[in-house]
């Protein structure tokens, strides 16, 4: 009973955090052509999750999505370059 009183605090608490729509993820994903387990594996989590993501059950966290643009060179203003080799 004290457990279900904390999930009801927990699901009326509203988390400010700032999340891609899967519209955008989406689109990201398909320029680049990548499929669910190649995004899932470049960003560390299941395929479950990006399942998730793509079926709009779920929106990604910012921060990850923005780890996605980066690492597939869609971001808009950041570039990644290589570490330089060791001198």
């Known amino acids: 009973a004290n ?3 904390r999930m009801e ?10 999340r891609a729509t899967f519209d955008e993820l989406q689109q990201a994903r398909k320029k680049v052509a990548m499929t669910q387990p190649e995004v899932a594996k470049l960003l560390f989590c299941s395929v479950d999750s990006i399942k998730g993501y793509d079926s709009g059950r ?13 690492a597939t060179n869609q971001h808009p ?9 060791p001198i």
């Open 58 to 70: 779920n929106n990604i966290v910012r921060g990850l999505y923005n780890y996605f643009l980066l």
């Open 9 to 18: 605090k927990m699901a009326k608490r509203k988390l400010n955090i700032d």
């Open 77 to 85: 203003d950041l570039i990644v370059y290589p570490r330089p080799e």
């Open 3 to 5: 457990q279900g009183k």
